[in-house]
């Protein structure tokens, strides 16, 4: 469904931040997209839904394909419309307007009419019990948790074929956490929606998800099915939090992590 072919993205004319990356999205598919702070991977996320002029940043090399269209030198509504939608980190909803109001924000691009629209409000809400008694409030009023409900919310009514996913878990208690990805899951199952997904709890991610991209200092440094990546050993030291035989490494181990970081020799 989505190709990233070789990309090289340039921030300010000066700082390349993207250094010849590749990937894949299957159709029906999640795919974990993990890495430290600072890697790319939101840098990634808003090449691909055209976002990047607004943060300074061109794309010098590299395309990318969505259905087999180049969308590369598209605008963001365009590619809305097309059927890619990114929920960004830090949900970034709109806090002055109701809870109904940020959804139905969500069906801007569309042109299939009001009917329709309110057949799909009330589907998204039903993978959003939490908000559903809560539409007439200001947003800004709503817990974290429900902020993010909301921002996926959003993202739905545009009706994609792909959702892009800036770390859902950020901030958020454990309790939500596992319900953030239980809905994450229902919304591939009976949705049909693909889903890729930047996330610092690299075990949530990589349950749900069937193939995982490991990204380190602008490239793609490790690839594969979700179960072979939870089963890395480096995987599992550097991103898990655990190493064979021993627990979680301390900040002093930090130069023996970087001298088995093997694949950014």
Same mark, same amino acid.
Do not use: C
């Given at each position: !469904?989505?190709?990233?072919?070789?990309? *090289?993205?340039?921030?300010?004319?000066i700082?390349?931040?993207?250094?010849?990356?590749?990937?894949?999205?299957?159709?029906?598919?999640?795919?974990?997209?993990?890495?430290?702070?600072?890697?790319?991977?939101?840098?990634?996320?808003?090449?691909?839904?055209?976002?990047?002029?607004?943060?300074?940043?061109?794309?010098?090399?590299?395309?990318?394909?969505?259905?087999g269209?180049?969308?590369?030198?598209?605008?963001?509504?365009?590619?809305?419309?097309?059927?890619?939608?990114?929920?960004?980190?830090?949900?970034?909803?709109? #806090?002055?307007?109701?809870?109904?109001?940020n959804?139905?924000?969500?069906?801007?691009?569309?042109?299939?009419?009001?009917?329709?629209?309110?057949?799909?409000?009330?589907?998204?809400?039903?993978?959003?019990?939490?908000?559903?008694?809560?539409?007439?409030?200001? #947003?800004?009023?709503?817990?974290?948790?429900?902020?993010? !409900?909301?921002?996926? #919310?959003?993202?739905?009514?545009?009706?994609?074929?792909?959702?892009?996913?800036?770390?859902?878990?950020?901030?958020? #208690?454990? !309790?939500?956490?596992?319900?953030?990805f239980?809905?994450?899951?229902?919304?591939?199952? *009976?949705?049909?929606?693909?889903?890729?997904?930047?996330?610092?709890?690299?075990?949530?991610?990589?349950?749900?998800?069937?193939?995982?991209?490991?990204?380190?200092?602008?490239?793609?440094?490790?690839?594969?099915?979700?179960?072979?990546?939870?089963?890395?050993?480096?995987?599992? *030291?550097?991103?898990?939090?655990?190493?064979?035989?021993?627990?979680?490494?301390?900040?002093?181990?930090?130069?023996?992590?970087?001298?088995?970081?093997?694949?950014l020799?």
């Amino acid at each position: !469904m989505l190709k990233v072919n070789n990309l *090289e993205v340039v921030y300010n004319d000066i700082i390349l931040v993207l250094r010849g990356i590749s990937l894949e999205v299957p159709e029906g598919k999640i795919i974990a997209f993990l890495g430290s702070n600072g890697a790319g991977k939101s840098t990634t996320l808003r090449s691909i839904s055209g976002l990047l002029e607004y943060e300074d940043g061109e794309i010098k090399k590299g395309t990318i394909e969505f259905q087999g269209q180049p969308i590369h030198k598209l605008d963001p509504q365009r590619i809305v419309a097309m059927g890619i939608t990114q929920v960004p980190e830090g949900r970034r909803i709109f #806090a002055e307007l109701t809870v109904e109001e940020n959804i139905r924000v969500g069906a801007h691009t569309r042109r299939d009419g009001r009917s329709a629209v309110a057949a799909d409000l009330r589907m998204v809400l039903d993978y959003f019990p939490p908000i559903r008694d809560r539409l007439k409030v200001e #947003a800004g009023y709503i817990s974290g948790g429900e902020q993010q !409900m909301l921002a996926i #919310a959003r993202a739905l009514m545009a009706k994609p074929a792909l959702m892009m996913l800036d770390e859902p878990s950020l901030g958020l #208690a454990p !309790m939500l956490v596992t319900e953030i990805f239980d809905i994450i899951r229902r919304i591939n199952r *009976e949705g049909k929606v693909s889903i890729l997904l930047v996330e610092q709890n690299a075990l949530m991610a990589l349950s749900v998800a069937e193939f995982g991209y490991i990204m380190e200092n602008g490239k793609i440094v490790l690839d594969g099915p979700s179960r072979k990546l939870m089963e890395n050993e480096d995987v599992k *030291e550097f991103y898990l939090g655990v190493a064979e035989g021993t627990e979680r490494k301390s900040f002093a181990d930090i130069k023996h992590y970087k001298r088995r970081k093997r694949w950014l020799s």
